[in-house]
């Protein structure tokens, strides 16, 4: 069983900077699969960053330049560095293996 455990988030001021963790375990084959998303109060769950098939990156155009998406393939774990954050990034942020497995959230609270 895919297990997916989310840490790092927390409150910071706007400008500042944060990573999340995800540690992944249980039977994870394709660390390309793992991505991550946020959630904000009163809006659907949107995707933030994510590895290709190929291993390159994608960003939503609202974090691109200031989130990087990144991996720890002896540790299973991928990582999500968030610089410059703004009080719009406020959410619970979400990973998730083949958009089938995803971990419990860790809350992002960006005051201004």
């Known amino acids: 069983q895919v297990q997916l455990v989310e840490s790092g988030g927390g409150l910071v001021q706007a400008g500042g900077s944060l990573r999340l963790s995800c540690a992944a375990s249980?039977?994870?084959?394709?660390?390309?699969?793992m991505a991550w998303f946020r959630q904000a109060p009163g809006k659907q769950r949107e995707l933030v960053a994510a590895?290709?098939?190929?291993?390159?990156?994608n960003y939503a155009d609202f974090v691109k330049g200031r989130f990087t998406i990144s991996r720890d393939n002896a540790k299973n774990t991928v990582y999500l560095q968030m610089n410059s954050l703004k009080p719009e990034d406020t959410a619970v942020y979400y990973c998730?293996?083949?958009?089938?497995?995803w971990g419990t959230g860790t809350l992002v609270t960006v005051s201004s």
């Open positions: 998730s293996y083949s958009l089938r497995y």
């Open positions: 249980g039977g994870i084959f394709n660390i390309n699969a």
């Open positions: 590895f290709t098939s190929g291993g390159t990156t």
